[in-house]
């Protein structure tokens, strides 16, 4: 049977605090609080600039290991594709986290 993770976009909000996050959470125990509330967190910064593996392994600490990332495509896959160069740029990325 199949698993349904329920989860937000994003995490790193700091109009969480209070009504998300308890009052006075600072910034670097989002990710650990968010990971207590949902299973998953789809991140959307990947969008824009590629992850750098010290960052996501950092992630995977903070969340304690209780966590799922889904993790979006860079734009270079998905909006900014260019004909028969899309390969290469998949190629970038998937040599980027392999490092």
């Avoid at 998905?78 to 990325?93: D, I, L, N, P």
């Amino acid at each position: 049977m199949a698993e349904i993770l329920i989860g937000t976009s994003g995490y790193s909000y700091h109009e969480w605090v209070g009504p998300v996050y308890p009052e006075g959470t600072k910034q670097k125990d989002y990710l650990s609080c968010y990971a207590g509330l949902f299973p998953t967190v789809e991140l959307n910064f990947s969008y824009y600039a590629m992850p750098k593996a010290q960052n996501l392994a950092k992630m995977l600490e903070d969340g304690e290991e209780n966590i799922t990332f889904a993790i979006k495509a860079h734009k270079s896959l998905t909006h900014e594709v260019k004909a028969g160069q899309w390969e290469g740029e998949a190629e970038t990325y998937l040599v980027h986290h392999e490092s």
